[in-house]
């Protein structure tokens, strides 16, 4: 590699590396150390073929995609994580709501195995289409729907609590609907 192409990698790790961090930390539930591995997968994989890569921040974030599903189809044992119950909501508006719910999405996604985690995380944090999630995960679209529908089922009974807000929303819309039809 010379010191051209040395510098333009080294310039994107430094300008990209808390993005893509982010991303592999949603993919891999929230381990730290998982999330440093696969970006690091990554960025190894691009630095073998950076003089060929025009789009560099898709390439690392397809080969992150692709590594996670080789991760998930090993076959390995797995056992779930056990959480305690999560506390009540106590109803203080300190301005922490934003951080509490960014917490139990969190947990929410770690409780969930790899291949849901991936599926959500590509089609709601990365905001692709179907058809893009289908297209770097190397599955049809009936699977990334199936499999992103179950995903949300599930996830919404781990943590019903990340409901609450949008169903106290149409309750009140539904009630305000039959107020209006009353007078």
């Given at each position: ?6 510098e ?24 730290r150390?998982e ?7 990554a960025l ?10 025009d ?52 947990q ?76």
């Amino acid at each position: 590699m010379d010191p051209q192409d040395h510098e333009r990698f080294r310039d994107f790790v430094d300008a990209r590396w808390s993005a893509l961090l982010r991303l592999a930390n949603l993919l891999t539930g929230g381990d730290r150390h998982e999330a440093e591995d696969l970006v690091q997968i990554a960025l190894m994989k691009a630095l073998g073929r950076w003089r060929h890569i025009d789009d560099p921040e898709g390439y690392v974030r397809k080969v992150m995609y692709r590594h996670q599903i080789s991760r998930w189809r090993l076959r390995r044992p797995h056992r779930e994580a056990t959480f305690a119950v999560l506390p009540q909501d106590t109803g203080v508006a300190d301005g922490t709501s934003a951080a509490d719910l960014r917490i139990a999405v969190g947990q929410a996604l770690a409780r969930l195995t790899p291949r849901q985690r991936t599926m959500l995380v590509l089609r709601y944090f990365e905001d692709m289409s179907e058809t893009e999630v289908a297209g770097a995960l190397g599955c049809s679209v009936g699977t990334v729907r199936s499999t992103t529908h179950r995903s949300l089922s599930k996830l919404r009974s781990l943590a019903p609590e990340l409901g609450a807000p949008a169903r106290a929303a149409s309750d009140t819309q539904r009630s305000n609907l039959a107020k209006g039809a009353h007078t």
